[in-house]
T-cell receptor, first 109, second 113 residues
Framework: GQNIDQPTEMTATEGAIVQINCTYQ??????LFWYQQHAGEAPTFLSY??LDGLEEKGRFSSFLSRSKGYSYLLLKELQMKDSASYLC??????????WGAGTKLIIKP | TAGITQAPTSQILAAGRSMTLRCTQD?????MYWYRQDLGLGLRLIHY???????GKGEVPDGYSVSRANTDDFPLTLASAVPSQTSVYFC????????????FGPGTRLTVL
């Protein structure tokens, strides 16, 4: 079956660094995608990885290991506005996204 | 530009009634999607369309139908609503070349009583 696992909730301090992990198991693999979703709003695209390694995009970076079926999203210099849910999604062999349930990130001052 | 819009924003519907959720995009994206989002679960794909005139079933298509008469519009119809269809519904679109980079509408919160 297809499965995406990520922690339900994490707490971090403003100005710190947090790593949100995601493991995936999908029929076929065509990329790993991260989205941000603020409470009551729609998801918005953050980053994606197709090849192994780290992709850096400002304060956000995403890492992929295809052999381990593992990815993480790294958020640096946390700001209060980063309080949101972070959704991990794997693209399967049909080029459809299979979504995790999301990790709710709580930022404390 | 508006991007992608959905209507209505929210709706309370009696069980057994039908309803159409509207979705319109102005980005000329070929692909469009309907998802439902329930607490504790990931987004689940209901139906999708890779291009105007074609549609496909997602993970949870039962009780829903879609049409794609043109590039911009992708309505979702519930023929006879049931309480288990209470959810937040998101429409999304993407280019064919970057199907994983999806742009979402603001969502419709539907309650079926």
């Amino acid at each position: 079956g297809q499965n995406i696992d990520q922690p339900t909730e994490m707490t971090a301090t403003e100005g710190a660094i947090v790593q949100i992990n995601c493991t995936y198991q999908t029929s076929g693999f065509n990329g790993l995608f991260w989205y941000q979703q603020h409470a009551g709003e729609a998801p918005t695209f953050l980053s994606y990885n197709v090849l192994d390694g780290l992709e850096e995009k400002g304060r956000f970076s995403s890492f992929l290991s295809r052999s381990k079926g593992y990815s993480y999203l790294l958020l640096k210099e946390l700001q209060m506005k980063d309080s949101a849910s972070y959704l991990c999604a794997s693209m399967d062999s049909n080029y459809q996204l299979i979504w995790g349930a999301g990790t709710k990130l709580i930022i404390k001052p | 530009t508006a991007g992608i819009t959905q209507a209505p924003t929210s709706q309370i519907l009696a069980a057994g009634r039908s309803m159409t959720l509207r979705c319109t995009q102005d980005m000329r994206h070929n692909a469009m999607y309907w998802y439902r989002q329930d607490l504790g679960l990931g987004l689940r794909l209901i139906h999708y369309s890779n291009t105007a005139g074609t549609t496909g079933k997602g993970e949870v298509p039962d009780g829903y139908s879609v049409s794609r008469a043109n590039t911009d519009d992708f309505p979702l119809t519930l023929a006879s609503a049931v309480p288990s269809q209470t959810s937040v519904y998101f429409c999304a679109s993407s280019s064919s070349e970057a199907a994983g980079v999806q742009f979402f509408g603001p969502g419709t919160r539907l309650t079926v009583l």
